[in-house]
């Protein structure tokens, strides 16, 4: 006579949220249930709480360490805080370039980023500085075409180089774990 002995298993991955105007409270957990026997593993619990005006976000329970460049992450439970400038993703957090030069009659200045028109402005007559070029990340070229009132063209070519690892001046970015 054979005799046939059924296993019956069931997982399940769980994850409960809980918001309000104080922050947001995860907690995820896996449910095995096998033989009817129920056992549950707690993965993660956590607290979080975002300041967009400060760009700051405040983590009490478990969380991952913020990478910093010196090597992998790692996995904790307490306490940590620091910047986060994805509260608001569109402030520009790295530094743009500038063109600048000198306009004897009053002007306009086209700016070509990558041969794309991408800025028109006037001039004043003297000394002027075009900040914050509308450029992407990585490496590229402007070009600024001055036209003065006569006409008469002038072209200033310059390359760049923009990371979205460097900060404007003025930003700082820092975690306390």
Do not use: C, H
Not at 37 to 64: E, S, V, Y
Not at 88 to 105: C, R, S
Not at 147 to 154: A, F, P, S, V
Request: charged share 15%; net charge positive.
């Amino acid at each position: 006579s054979s005799y046939f002995n059924e296993t019956f298993t069931q997982k399940a991955f769980l994850e409960g949220v809980v918001f309000n105007r104080f922050g947001v409270f995860e907690n995820q957990l896996i449910a095995n249930d096998a033989n009817k026997k129920i056992k549950t593993t707690r993965l993660n619990t956590t607290f979080i709480q975002d300041n967009p005006q400060q760009l700051t976000t405040l983590k009490i329970g478990d969380a991952i360490t913020t990478d910093i460049g010196l090597g992998s992450n790692v996995r904790f439970a307490g306490l940590q805080w620091g910047s986060n400038f994805a509260l608001q993703p569109n402030k520009i957090t790295f530094p743009q370039p500038t063109m600048t030069g000198v306009a004897t009659l009053p002007s306009t200045a086209d700016i070509f980023v990558n041969n794309a028109k991408r800025l028109n402005q006037k001039l004043p007559v003297g000394s002027f500085a075009i900040q914050n070029l509308p450029v992407v990340t990585g490496r590229g070229e402007a070009r600024m075409v001055v036209t003065d009132l006569l006409g008469q063209e002038q072209e200033v070519v310059m390359p760049y180089y923009v990371s979205p690892q460097s900060l404007k001046a003025g930003l700082t970015d820092y975690a306390v774990q």
